[in-house]
């Protein structure tokens, strides 16, 4: 059965280099220069699609079942997040900017749950924090709104990545 999974954790701990190695037939979607790790460690060059925005990647998740790949690997949906945003920040703002990311991660979703191959989301990490009105807040992937709570919720398998220095060479 095709997974839906997101790993989150901080930038360097290791989430894009696992992804390469669990992935080899994956189509990578992620920035310039990230994904470097993968050749110099994994030993092949990863395929890679192009996406700026949400609503692109998702285009590119309908797309690779017919290309061949048993995986999309969303590499960072962090950053993906951030940028999708600042493209929504042109046209929309307050309730209707986050409606707008809404309804970007919602079409995502769909896309990712029934591609029929396994989409993996990697995200940066965000700590427990305390909000300004008073509530706590507890840790999670770096996301804006209620992203946070909501993008892990839609996954089959939420993993959080750390560094353990006992566990070497990794």
Do not use: N
Not at 16 to 35: E, Q
Not at 72 to 100: C, H, N, P, W
């Amino acid at each position: 059965e095709p997974v839906v999974a997101l790993t989150y954790g901080r930038s360097g701990v290791g989430k894009t280099l696992d992804t390469g190695y669990s992935f080899p037939r994956g189509l990578f979607v992620a920035a310039p220069g990230a994904l470097k790790p993968i050749p110099a460690i994994c030993g092949y060059a990863p395929a890679v699609a192009g996406a700026s925005t949400i609503d692109e990647a998702t285009k590119v998740i309908s797309e690779a079942a017919k290309r061949g790949h048993d995986a999309v690997i969303i590499d960072d949906f962090s950053f993906l997040s951030e940028q999708t945003m600042q493209t929504l920040e042109r046209r929309y703002t307050g309730f209707k900017l986050f409606g707008a990311l809404r309804d970007s991660v919602l079409r995502f979703r769909a896309a990712a749950r029934f591609a029929g191959i396994h989409v993996i989301i990697t995200c940066w990490e965000r700590g427990p924090r305390m909000r300004d009105d008073g509530i706590r807040q507890r840790g999670g992937p770096e996301l804006t709104g209620k992203l946070p709570e909501q993008l892990p919720a839609m996954c089959d398998l939420v993993l959080r990545a750390d560094w353990d220095a006992m566990r070497k060479p990794w």
